[in-house]
């Protein structure tokens, strides 16, 4: 098993393709942008209208803009993966890294670990530059909660990043997983969400993003929600990685 660990040349591998990739690149950027910048904007103009005037529990709605930012996570996971599925990328990097656990184990490493990094950025830099308009009805890093949303924010985007790379190794097109998870996430949660309990708190959205409330709903708390995200992403993952092992290249 150690045969197919990432090593430090194959990480920085991915870390150049990444980087060299314009669209996949600028999809990590894009988290932090639209999640803080539309926290800002929003809390700036709709802030200090009333109490609870971004939502119920002001403490998911110093995170509101992470539904924006969620999308831009999904299209960096995603574009990660499926460039390795143009124009014979795949048997390129093949022919330079033959074990195809080391090549995969890599590939998710690096935009798993980027996206956490941008991710609690993103997250730090949502919850105090939203709460700076907010005015009397802000809340601080001090309140209950706030340190366990802001962390747990990163995490639900890193995860959300690395259950798209997931469904795209398995698929093989970052159009199809996107058209797939962006309804999912907003539309079916929409229509679903005013059902507490039951099976719709299991979704993946709605169970991650649980980290982020001050209180629980349903059955599951926020680190239990978080972990029913981090199963999803497993599952996601590990049939990525059998689709990759298993299919020509």
Excluded: C
């Excluded at 390795?84 to 690096?110: C, D, I, Q, W």
């Excluded at 530059?129 to 890093?141: D, R, S």
């Excluded at 409330?213 to 995200?229: C, K």
């Excluded at 199963?231 to 993952?237: E, I, Q």
């Amino acid at each position: 098993m150690s045969a197919a660990l990432p090593t430090v040349p194959a990480l920085h591998s991915e870390w150049i393709k990444i980087r060299s990739l314009r669209g996949t690149f600028w999809a990590l950027i894009a988290v932090f942008l639209a999640t803080a910048g539309i926290q800002a904007l929003t809390a700036a103009a709709i802030g200090q209208a009333e109490a609870g005037s971004m939502g119920e529990d002001p403490l998911l709605a110093a995170f509101y803009g992470i539904n924006f930012g969620q999308i831009a996570a999904m299209s960096f996971g995603a574009s990660a993966l499926a460039a390795e599925f143009h124009n014979g990328a795949l048997r390129t990097t093949l022919a330079a890294m033959p074990n195809r656990t080391r090549f995969y184990l890599s590939k998710v490493t690096m935009v798993g670990g980027l996206a956490f990094l941008v991710g609690q950025v993103t997250g730090l830099a949502t919850f105090l530059g939203g709460q700076a308009f907010m005015g009397p009805y802000a809340i601080g890093l001090g309140d209950p909660g706030s340190f366990r949303a802001v962390f747990g924010s990163g995490a639900y985007l890193t995860l959300i990043t690395l259950l798209a790379a997931g469904l795209t190794a398995v698929l093989r097109s970052a159009a199809l997983v996107l058209s797939l998870l962006i309804p999912l996430f907003l539309m079916v949660s929409f229509v679903i969400g005013q059902a507490v309990g039951g099976a719709a708190q299991y979704l993946p959205d709605r169970a991650g993003q649980l980290v982020m409330r001050l209180e629980p709903q349903g059955t599951l708390g926020p680190w239990s929600g978080l972990g029913v995200l981090a199963l999803w992403t497993a599952v996601a993952l590990l049939g990525g990685w059998l689709a990759v092992r298993r299919r020509d290249a």
